[in-house]
Nanobody, 119 residues
């Protein structure tokens, strides 16, 4: 059974930094693309960043480029989201997810971790 567990969220002032972690189990983690998503109150969930298992370049949403870095440690089955220069509009629940190699849909999700950026 695939399980994803996010951690590292919290309350931070604008301009501050946070590092989110997502620990995965139940799948050969190194062979799957992993994504970070977020959902702000009253808004739809949006994709923030994706990292593939091969040598491809990560994807970043335009609004976070230059401020957020996604990385992975396959030996630890963990994917990270390093966030800096945080803005109040970065506030939301952040989720990690793993992408199916068959459908290319994100098929397993963590429970989310809250990030709140105060102005």
């Amino acid at each position: 059974q695939v399980q994803l567990l996010e951690s590292g969220g919290g309350l931070v002032q604008a301009g501050g930094s946070l590092r989110l972690s997502c620990a995965a189990s139940g799948r050969t983690f190194s062979r799957y693309a992993m994504g970070w998503f977020r959902q702000a109150p009253g808004k739809e969930r949006e994709r923030v960043a994706t990292i593939v298992w091969s040598s491809g370049s990560p994807y970043y949403q335009d609004s976070v480029k230059g401020r957020i870095t996604i990385s992975r440690d396959n030996a630890k089955n963990t994917v990270y989201l390093q966030m800096s220069s945080l803005k109040p509009e970065d506030t939301g629940v952040y989720y990690c997810a793993t992408r199916s190699r068959i459908t290319s849909n994100y098929d397993y999700w963590g429970q989310g971790t809250q990030v709140t950026v105060s102005s």
